[in-house]
């Protein structure tokens, strides 16, 4: 079945804690991105990727780090996260001519 | 800059009716993909309909319509003989290029009543 994980889905954790956001994809997608859902903000990206070892920052890159060794794989790492990025995130991926297709969210509480 | 605008925050119909969505955008890109989201109380964002910007076709899809208007800016949903089921959150959203950053619309939320 094609689709897009991430793991994990729920997390709570400290301010200061790094942790990272697993996204892998089984559609040989080369873009995929990241997104944040905060209450009337709506949805914004963080960084996105064109392919392997190619990532760029979208909107709201500041806390995050991004990697992309794997065409599968794009983990979003948050080195020393802080109440700030409570959110629900979503990664995506999409082939160049589709629609991208988003992972079922990670609801990420940091107190 | 580009910009998407859903100026309907939520929208309440009883079951059967139909219920169109608005969606304006603004871009200066010549060659653009629109698309619609549906989020349901689930969470998850499901893919429904992209458009490219020389595409003006309109599409029908089940209960499914998009109206795409390049002259007035507008990529327009309507969701015929609503349904319970049809209850969520529906984004409209722009990309300068398919796999590139998404900008997107607050959001319209549709309760169908029974």
């Known amino acids: 079945e094609a689709q897009v994980t991430q793991n994990p889905r729920y997390l709570i954790t400290v301010t200061g804690k790094k942790l990272t956001v697993t996204c892998s994809q089984n559609?040989?997608?080369?873009?995929m991105s990241w997104y944040r859902q905060d209450p009337g903000l709506g949805l914004r990206q963080i960084y996105y990727?064109?392919?392997?070892?190619?990532?760029d920052k979208g909107d709201v890159p500041e806390g995050y780090k991004v990697s992309r060794k794997e065409k599968r794989n794009f983990p979003l790492i948050l080195e020393s996260p802080s109440p700030n990025q409570t959110s629900l995130y979503f990664c995506a991926s999409s082939l160049d001519r589709e629609g991208q297709f988003f992972g079922p969210g990670t609801r990420l509480t940091v107190l | 800059a580009q910009k998407v605008t859903q100026a309907q925050t939520e929208i309440s119909v009883v079951e059967k009716e139909d219920v169109t969505l608005d969606c304006v955008y603004e871009?200066?890109?010549?060659?653009?993909?629109l698309f619609w989201y549906k989020q349901p109380p689930s969470g998850e964002l499901v893919f429904l309909i992209r458009?490219?910007?020389?595409?003006?076709q309109n599409e029908i899809s089940g209960r499914y319509s998009w109206n795409f208007q390049k002259s007035t800016s507008s990529f327009n949903f309507t969701i015929t003989a609503s349904q319970v089921v049809d209850s969520a959150v529906y984004f409209c959203a722009l990309s300068k290029a398919a796999g590139n950053k998404l900008t997107f619309g607050g959001g319209t939320r549709v309760l169908v009543k029974p």
């Open positions: 871009t200066r890109d010549t060659t653009y993909y």
């Open positions: 458009r490219n910007s020389f595409d003006e």
């Open positions: 559609m040989n997608h080369e873009y």
């Open positions: 990727s064109m392919n392997v070892e190619v990532t």
